[in-house]
């Protein structure tokens, strides 16, 4: 790929896949956006939702995968976009690399605060006296960043053990959490209830209320790209790392119908739950007790955590990866390793000042910080479609080992034809009447993104970066490994 081996290869097959798979998080990401489906499209959405949205997903991430098996790079959606595109080389990777970090910033930043909100739930349930407020959740997310920023400085092998941990925790988790409501409820909802449809979107139309209620599983699936990221740190990453991308979204699509099955039939009274502050944990009170509840809420805050640092984790070695090409200020602080730990130490504190950037102004208003996290999973599928189009775009595309032979062009079209419609779908408004509490800020968050990103290339940028570079022959850049 033309630059010298700075990162060590610690991440098996399980490891690279355990990152996407911690990422997309189904325990995190469902018990997030739970509520939203509930007034959404209801039962309906939430279960057949799910199954279409994940075979979507399936597409967007066979066609990366295939990319990540011919470009097994750090620099992963913005190396391949350099590399893929017949012209304008640099823009191309510019753009995609920006709206990639800005989507993955916004992740960690969304992911912590979220735990940090799960936190004070669970404190409040234990102490009623406790009175949840901004400033706290905001200092809350400050004190996560801060840990999963000192996990990311040690070794690369601890950060694998941690994410390894982590698919465990996932999945006993998800027995545990489904087990209960299977079996400790008297009373589960009836087979029919399935079907049931609710619109409280406030929209009268009742298909476009059905289809924002499609984003709850959107929102869980993102972050995949982390498999391509830590390419290479990965043992033949050309295979495990497309790999690890499709066993991820598999695991979590299969896993994540479960746990929703079991939230759905676990109801008593939809109305109540349906309107309460966190949904899900309400669920789970009705259902099972205060007691019961409380302990399961402890494994969803881990599972929030686990997926934090590995959002912090990808996010580094992007960092990492674009500073090494010259596309970010002070690059050359950026993408410097630690001959200790062989990690990108620098990196992973700006991974963790950043979110914390973005979490600040939720100290002030919750509606300020949507506003800056919204671009997370729009800034992150339309970074994953650019490197897609451009080589539904290609001809004469070269293949990795891993590859989806006659079929590439069309999953890749398909791919890009579904990131295009569920982005227009996060970017329309998602609840009536629109108020400045109610508005979707996702279009306003991702035109700052690219009017800064736009400024930024014609003021300087496009005279210095030409996309990828290259530091010599392949005998040159051996030479160089580990220096």
Not at 214 to 221: A, D, E, I, R
Not at 342 to 347: D, I, L, M, N
Request: positive net charge.
């Amino acid at each position: 790929m033309g630059y010298p081996r700075k990162l060590t290869r610690r991440f098996r097959a399980f490891d690279n896949f355990a990152i996407s798979f911690t990422i997309i998080n189904i325990i995190s990401g469902i018990f997030s956006s739970f509520g939203f489906g509930m007034n959404a499209g209801g039962p309906r959405i939430l279960i057949f939702g799910w199954v279409a949205v994940s075979i979507m997903v399936l597409f967007v991430g066979a066609a990366m995968g295939e990319i990540a098996s011919a470009y097994p790079t750090s620099g992963a959606l913005y190396f391949s976009a350099g590399k893929l595109a017949k012209r304008h080389k640099g823009a191309w990777s510019w753009y995609t690399g920006w709206l990639n970090f800005v989507g993955q910033v916004g992740g960690t930043a969304a992911t912590n605060f979220a735990a940090a909100t799960f936190i004070q739930a669970f404190i409040a349930m234990q102490w009623p006296s406790y009175e949840p407020t901004p400033q706290q959740t905001v200092g809350i997310t400050a004190a996560i960043l801060l840990v999963q920023a000192l996990a990311n400085t040690y070794t690369v092998r601890l950060v694998a053990l941690v994410n390894r941990i982590s698919v465990w925790w996932l999945l006993i988790g998800l027995v545990v959490i489904v087990g209960a409501l299977a079996l400790i409820p008297d009373h589960h909802q009836s087979p029919s209830f399935v079907t049931h449809f609710v619109n409280n979107t406030g929209f009268t139309h009742a298909m476009y209320g059905g289809m924002l209620g499609l984003l709850v599983t959107s929102w869980t699936f993102t972050g995949f790209d982390g498999s391509f990221h830590m390419s290479e740190e990965t043992v033949k990453a050309t295979v495990n790392a497309p790999r690890g991308i499709m066993r991820a979204i598999t695991c979590s699509a299969i896993t994540g119908l479960i746990l929703m099955l079991a939230l759905v039939y676990a109801i008593r009274d939809y109305g109540h739950a349906a309107t309460a502050e966190a949904p899900p944990v309400q669920i789970l009170i009705d259902a099972l007790g205060q007691s019961t509840a409380k302990f399961l809420l402890l494994i969803v805050i881990g599972a929030m955590l686990f997926c934090g640092l590995a959002n912090m984790t990808s996010n580094t070695r992007q960092i990492f990866a674009f500073s090494r090409d010259g596309a970010m200020p002070g690059s050359r602080w950026w993408h410097s390793v630690s001959a200790r730990t062989r990690t990108p130490v620098k990196a992973v504190w700006l991974a963790a000042v950043c979110p914390l950037v973005l979490v600040l102004p939720g100290w002030w208003s919750h509606t300020a910080f949507t506003a800056v996290v919204s671009v997370n999973v729009v800034g992150l599928f339309l970074a994953y479609a650019v490197p897609i189009f451009l080589r539904l775009r290609l001809d004469d595309f070269q293949a990795g080992p891993w590859n989806l032979g006659r079929y590439g062009k069309p999953v890749a079209a398909i791919a890009v034809t579904w990131i295009l419609v569920s982005n227009v779908l996060f970017m329309l408004p998602q609840a009536s009447p629109i108020t400045p509490t109610s508005f979707n800020y996702a279009p306003i968050a991702l035109a700052v993104v690219l009017v800064i990103a736009t400024v930024w290339w014609f003021a300087t940028a496009r005279r210095r970066f030409q996309g990828p570079v290259s530091y010599g022959r392949p005998d040159e850049v051996a030479a160089m490994d580990l220096i």
